[in-house]
């Protein structure tokens, strides 16, 4: 199925701006056809009006009947233009035809005042005409008369001098509006032009090119989105970076043990190869084999971990229980605390402690930090796993009696491969602390190291507590 066509910006912009000036371009044309209309029938009706009073001046009642003054060359005069013609009529009484031309259409049947002029429309020999009426007293006093004056003109008059008025009138109109029409063009394409330049600096760049967009001489909305871009830009430069770093460091972290393995396995061969084989030094070798081979797959573990927490991958929060992550937690460290003669204990009520968070970070955080304590505490040690909740926050912490961190390094244990002075008493590669806050930032906290008198080091997080 094809993709539905989107119109360009320029092409949104020309449509919205120019449909609307075309469509109120055509309303004030059509309201302009119909002023001049009406300003042509008004021009008509006034000369219609003049017409009809003089025609009723030149007709004088003369006792019983009607004089009439209308020589034959005002006659002329009337009737010498075949587009202008004027018909007329005089009747009195008004059905009784006395002079012109009899077929002009008879008027509507209204209330009228003498010596007044009024207007109407009507057909004179298939000629549509406007009509100025004009009745008169006429008669005596005994026997009073009305005297109808009628002056026509054709209609097509009205739409000739409307005509004339709307090409007087529209030709400079249209002249504006084309006018207009390429100012507008001429400036979405000005102001469009940031966008090019800025579309152009994206499409010519590299893939690895991360360096910031020129902003200096753009727009404010241009601008915005420029530095919008810049800043991405950015975090993604500094996540490339880190990535880097951390490949590097993991390839160095590794390049050791695996290098130890292999001259272990070396040495294991060549006992094998003496006569008789030497079996003592080759378990010895062995053993040094396993203990590599179980460090190595360790710092894989932490590693992948490390990846998981990372900003970048997708986290799914939901609720879940710390205090029975908690108990599992705890549940499944104690072989390897019974191995190092470590009291590992956890002291929690029996209520539920739901948290937002990702179940499987949380879990890896706390393990993590129960697994480092076990690491750095001396045989016959104590850890304990402490949840208490207060003013809705739950605060998980791991406390040991180990020998602790200075207080200068407690920023710097929280870097990658960092280990601290203590290195000598424990196994670790210097990955557990930094997996830890990198899972609590991912939970919008942080981790909190402290002493715990008389001597050790309690880790603690808070977090917010769900509703029950």
Known sequence: MAAPRQLSLRRQLLLWLLLPQLVLWLGAAILAHSMAMSYAGEVIDRTLAKSSSALARQVKPFGNGFYIDFPSAARDILQQDPDDRVYYMVSSPPEAFLLGDPAMPQPPALQVKPGETFFYDGKLRQLEVRVAALYLRAGTAERPELMLVQVAKSRALNAELARKIMRNMGLPLLAVMLLTSVLVWAGISRGLSPLRHLR?????????????????????????????????????????????????????????????????????????????????????????????????????????????????????????????????????????????????????????????????????????????????????????????????????????????????????????????????????????????????????????????????????????????
């Open 200 to 468: 152009r600096s994206v499409e010519n760049r590299s893939a690895r090119d991360l360096t910031p967009i020129e902003v200096d001489n753009a727009p404010s909305e241009v601008r915005a989105l420029a530095t919008a871009i810049n800043d991405l830009l950015q975090e993604v430069n500094g996540q490339v970076a880190q990535q880097r770093r951390f490949i590097a460091d993991a390839a160095h972290q590794l390049r050791t043990p695996l290098a130890g393995l292999k001259a272990q396995s070396e040495l294991v061969r060549a006992e094998l190869a003496t006569t008789p084989p030497d079996i003592t030094s080759a378990s010895r070798q062995l053993k040094q084999v396993e203990t590599g081979v179980a460090r190595s797959i360790r710092l894989v573990n932490q590693l992948l971990a490390l990846a998981r927490a990372e900003p970048e991958a997708g986290l799914q929060l939901a609720s879940v229980d710390l205090l029975q992550l908690a108990r599992e937690v705890s549940t499944e460290a104690v072989p390897l605390a019974l191995a190092r003669d470590i009291d590992l204990g956890l002291e929690a009520g029996e209520q539920a402690l739901p948290v937002l968070g990702h179940s499987g970070l949380l879990r890896e955080l706390l393990a993590n930090l129960v697994d480092n304590a076990i690491q750095y505490t001396p045989r016959g040690g104590e850890i304990t796993v402490r949840l208490a909740a207060s003013d809705g926050q739950v605060e998980l912490q791991v406390c040991d009696n180990g020998p602790g961190i200075a207080i200068d390094q407690r920023e710097q244990v929280f870097a990658r491969f960092y280990r601290g002075q203590a290195e000598g008493q424990g196994k670790g590669c210097g990955l557990g602390l930094a997996i830890v806050q990198e899972i609590a930032r991912r939970h919008r906290t942080r981790v909190n190291l402290s002493d715990n008198h008389p001597h050790g080091l309690i880790a603690s997080i808070r977090l917010p507590l769900l509703p029950a």
